[in-house]
């Protein structure tokens, strides 16, 4: 590949995680948030495949580690798709609301992959640049949002600011990373003033922001950064000796375990943090245990946990909170082992400490304080600490991904440079060569494919929201039997049809979701309401539903 067309994919490459995290369609689809940015993410993941391919040899020499873990990662995640026991369109595009199945995976480690082998320092410091601006719009819709002129009516039950993620704890948590990124610019020796003062009036509203939306996690992300990028400053700048730098990691040890103890009801800050979905989540993790513990190998399948979560929680968690549904564990790392078992669990463990192994020894060789690597570390480490709370949103997860990448790449490299033996991060052939053309046709050819594949399920979604506005029954019902099929639409068609009365139109849709998800407690429970007692489709969606959800009646 060309030098120049490898900066054309490199282009496109940066776009990706703004145009992702920014991506909503409200009034075209049902569901405006995450099925629009899964439909772009793995048109950018399918564009970098032929990239990634034809340097696998060069990029497995220069880091054969992150090759072997990101290879068997993807078979193991291939495996499960094939080998678990859930619906194998489910898995592909993910639950409503997630779309976190195979093809978001898939793309991710694309992304993954391509930033590790194209990462220097120009690449970092755009991509930081990306992230800063999409801060900016997330500051200037926020403040609409906050203060009711949204332009956008959406049917929110929470706090009004959502950003471009529809939900405030992701919003303040991607607020917090973009703020993190803008902040570090002060420590840059040449920045202007005018440019300081553009830093303190984002990071401030930033904050403002963070704080109006009443979500811990944002502000968790925020400090703990923070503490991270004075800690890699003031260790190249002041603290040379082991007496201060121990002095300052006690401080912050200390300061972090006391806000964590506030949020787990304990300590001194127990009445500002603690929050009852943080008993939730407890409940939500152990759930996720069992579910690895009862499905090792290949988990409960992929974007799968709402299927098991009723069957799975504990007796306190029934009994405590016995309606509360919810379809993800609340944590990325419990996410994926319970959705693909032990070895998808800790193939991804296992990636995520070798990043941090790596960017820490990086960071402690450096003669002078880094900026743009610090930046991207700190930005990083925000992603994966909110992740160990909260659910994998898209819009978050192709910075986090990309950013691992970057670290990797940008260390792998400096190792290089250090050796004298690094001339390219990547492999480069002398002027235009017809295999070059032949990548880059691949590379368009594969992203159309992507686009093709995620893009079927977001028209069948656009289709959905036209039959709804049209209140036509037939309408209805086609669009939800297109396929791909989305489980979760033929349910919300079935439960409108029945408020209808038309009750063997909304059973017939409710049969449809069984038999493609035997373990759909909703799908079960309209069957039972849709049928009379006695009955044969009763008895069979009464017993159903008493292994589905045990201890249902646990309060009665």
Known sequence: ???????????????????????????????????????????????????????????????????????????????????????????????????????????????????????????????????????????????????????????????????????????????????????????????????????????????????????????????????????????????????????????????????????????????????????????????????????????????????????????NAAQLSPTTMTNTAHNVFLDIGSNGGFPLFILYITLNVYVLVVSIKKLSKDQQFDWIYSAVFTVWIGYTLQSIVSINQLGLAVWGWLFMGLLLGMAKNSESINNGALKQPFKISKGKSKSSSTLLLSSIVFGVAGLLIAGSSFINDHNYMKAINSRNAENIINAVNAKPLDLNRIMQAAKMLASSNLREQALALSKTVVNHNPRSIEGWRAIQALTTSGSIDFKIAEEKIKILNPNENLNK
């Open 1 to 315: 590949m060309s030098l120049k067309e490898h900066n054309l994919i490199a282009k496109i490459a940066l776009f990706s995680a703004p145009i992702i995290y920014l991506l909503i369609s409200p009034g075209f689809s049902a569901e405006p948030v995450d099925l629009p940015k899964l439909t772009v993410l793995v048109f950018f993941g399918f564009f970098l495949v032929p990239y990634n391919f034809s340097n696998f040899k060069f990029n497995f020499t220069k880091n054969r580690f992150l090759v072997t873990i990101a290879t068997l990662f993807l078979t193991d995640l291939t495996l499960v798709l094939f080998l678990s026991s859930a619906n194998l369109t489910e898995q592909l595009f993910g639950s409503f609301g997630r779309n976190t199945g195979y093809l978001a995976y898939f793309s991710l480690v694309s992304i993954f992959l391509f930033a590790s082998i194209s990462a220097n320092k120009d690449f970092a410091s755009k991509s930081l640049v990306t992230l800063i601006w999409c801060g900016t719009l997330t500051v200037i819709y926020g403040m609409l949002q906050t203060f009711k002129a949204d332009p956008i009516k959406w049917s929110n039950p929470y706090n009004p600011i959502l950003g471009f993620v529809g939900n405030p704890d992701f919003a303040a948590s991607f607020l917090a990373m973009s703020a993190l990124a803008t902040l570090i610019y002060f420590f840059k020796q040449d920045i202007s003033i005018s440019k300081k003062y553009f830093i303190f009036i984002q990071v401030g509203l930033e904050l403002f922001l963070i704080v109006r939306s009443k979500a811990i996690q944002g502000l968790m992300v925020f400090f703990a950064g923070l503490a991270i990028i004075i800690f890699i400053f003031l260790t190249k700048s002041y603290l040379k000796k082991a007496w201060q730098i121990g002095t300052y990691l006690v401080f912050s040890i200390l300061s972090g375990a006391t806000v964590l103890f506030g949020t787990l009801n304990i300590g001194p800050l127990a009445h500002f943090l603690y929050k009852t979905s943080v008993r939730q989540r407890g409940f939500y993790w152990d759930a996720a245990t069992n579910m690895m513990q009862k499905h090792p190998a290949f988990g409960v399948g992929l974007d799968n946990y709402g299927s098991w979560y009723l069957s799975s929680r504990s007796l």
